[in-house]
């Protein structure tokens, strides 16, 4: 019998604890170590670069990571897979191989090249999301580094699966097993209570929780865990949480295998050990995921503090104001009602306005609408200040949301003797199916209820995705789930959280998770690096969930 393979993770996204390579390659047994370093606004960030120096594009932080590290992984046999390449992974791998000859190693790198498809789809960055088939290859290949630009973020478990194993496109179930394990670490210390909703619960909260590892085994279960002696912990409901973020549908789509989230089985199997299993999968859709950043304009923000009586007239002379300086066009302003009557302090007796303009004319969003703001400081409403001085206006991009052909696509992994091996698409695939679940009606009320936030009884975590936003809720325990399968509806979501009430809500049930999802379309706008909301990416809208009072059975609450 094969034995399993341990995968840590040291990075969830690009400025992530710089420490964690170091902390996972000595804390105890690995196989390969991986570090996620991409999202959509990274991409952005790193076109950015791209277009100051076309030699980078890449995660500069991550060889500050690797130079420390790169010795002993190399004398222990660890392997390291990263997609800390970005846009640029050959200039990564050339400048990983010029550190390992500095630090006089002998170390095989190797790189999977052909996510960038700006070419089939115009934009400032376009990437294609890749499968893991490159990384195993390039594994296979004797590759002690292996660098990608743009792939699935699972697929940095999902490779080291399929080259330890050797898994061919047949093998569904046991590469959508390694999906769900990869879901579960791409995000660091999320999945070891990490921005846990009951983090008041867990042992050692003021410690720093350790990075979670995968015991993946030759069937596409696994046993996620972590280090001895790290902080935070793993359970069914870290874990859980961890599952739920920024997903849609329970078939949940990846370039190699459809994964059925609905068919998770989650068992503890100890101390800071959750066992995966059960886990089907389906053929994978015929088309990549292509994510899409083009420049949007220019951006500018400041926020006034109002205090004491009278704020919503204090924040309407502002706007007035303002809006008669400036034109109306691309202002935005948001009032927060931070402030309680009779305060006991200035700051719990103010309130936040904040205003921001976005304009394709860097000078109307730069020092023209901030000098517009500085000149109310003498002319404006009782006590007027400002949280921050004036500042210049910033470049913001736009991400949508595209589509490509598997074919269309040149998967290339580029093998530590420059070989460079095609990766074919799968030949079999399918269309995904509408899974959403039926809406019904809320059930009536019985019994005793007793009003109380919904985070007494429930868990949430949210996330983005491009403009829009999901929102996982779990419960405790199956009676508690049987009120939120049926009294949370989509409707009452929406009346829960107003900013939701006039958009598309889509709600899928994971009773084998005990937890409901909702992904609400649009709430973010074009995307984080254009949202000028409080929380552009949507992390506290669970939070905000969980803090709304609502009915519950009285006999669940304790």
Not at 72 to 82: I, M, P
Not at 484 to 501: M, S
Request: proline share 6%; aromatic share 6%.
């Amino acid at each position: 019998m094969t034995a399993p393979i341990r995968i840590g993770n040291a990075s969830g996204f690009y400025g992530d604890r710089a420490t964690a390579w170091r902390e996972m390659l000595d804390g105890g047994e690995l196989d390969v170590l991986t570090g996620d370093y991409l999202a959509e606004l990274t991409m952005l960030i790193l076109g950015r670069d791209r277009l100051k120096d076309p030699a980078t594009g890449y995660a500069k932080t991550f060889l500050r990571q690797l130079e420390s590290v790169l010795g002993g992984a190399k004398q222990r046999g660890v392997r390291l897979v990263t997609n800390a390449g970005g846009l640029n992974p050959a200039g990564l791998a050339d400048a990983v191989r010029a550190l390992a000859a500095r630090l006089g190693l002998d170390v095989a790198v190797a790189h999977v090249e052909g996510d960038d498809v700006t070419a089939q789809v115009p934009g400032l960055t376009a990437n294609a999301y890749l499968g893991a088939f490159g990384i195993a290859e390039c594994l296979t290949a004797g590759a002690d580094v292996v660098v990608t630009g743009r792939v699935t973020d699972a697929s940095l478990v999902v490779g080291p699966g399929i080259a330890r194993f050797g898994w061919t496109r047949a093998d569904l179930d046991a590469l959508a097993g390694a999906t769900v394990a990869g879901h579960v670490l791409e995000c660091g210390a999320q999945a070891t209570g990490g921005n846990y909703a009951f983090f008041t619960e867990l042992p050692d909260r003021a410690r720093r929780p350790g990075f979670p590892l995968a015991e993946l085994h030759a069937d596409g279960s696994a046993v996620i865990t972590k280090h001895p002696g790290t902080g935070g912990a793993v359970t069914v409901e870290t874990v859980t949480a961890q599952l739920l973020y920024e997903i849609g549908a329970p078939a949940y789509p990846g370039p190699d295998v459809v994964a059925d989230f609905g068919t998770i089985g989650l068992a503890a199997d100890g101390a800071d050990r959750v066992r995966i299993s059960g886990v089907r999968g389906a053929p994978p859709p015929p088309e990549l995921k292509v994510g899409v950043n083009t420049l949007g304009g220019f951006r500018n923000a400041m926020t006034f503090v109002l205090c004491g009586l009278e704020i919503p007239a204090k924040a309407d002379l502002v706007r007035t104001q303002l809006t008669d300086a400036l034109g109306p066009d691309g202002l935005e302003f948001t009032l927060a009602r931070t402030d309680r009557p009779d305060a006991d302090s200035e700051a719990a007796a103010s309130a936040l306005l904040a205003v921001s303009i976005k304009d394709s004319d860097p000078k109307r969003a730069g020092r023209t609408f901030s000098q517009a703001a500085v000149e109310l400081a003498l002319a404006s409403y009782p006590g007027l200040a400002l949280t921050a001085p004036p500042g210049d206006a910033t470049p913001f991009g736009v991400f949508t949301g595209h589509s490509i052909s598997q074919a269309a696509v040149e998967h290339v992994a580029v093998r530590p003797d420059g070989t460079r091996i095609k990766i074919e698409p799968p030949e079999i695939t399918q269309s995904l199916d509408n899974m959403k679940s039926p809406e019904c009606p809320e059930a009536a009320a019985v019994g005793h209820f007793v009003r109380a936030p919904l985070g007494t009884l429930f868990g949430a975590r949210s996330g983005d995705k491009g403009g829009d936003a999901n929102i996982g809720v779990w419960a405790r325990d199956e009676p508690a789930y049987a009120w939120l399968r049926d009294r949370l509806t989509a409707e009452r979501l929406r009346a829960l959280l107003p900013e939701a009430r006039e958009l598309d809500v889509e709600r899928y049930e994971l009773p084998n998770l005990l937890a409901v999802n909702f992904v609400v379309r649009g709430i973010l706008g074009a995307g984080v690096a254009a949202s000028t909301r409080f929380d552009p990416q949507g992390k506290a809208l669970g939070e905000w969930l969980r803090s709304r009072v609502v009915e519950l059975p009285a006999e669940l609450v304790p």
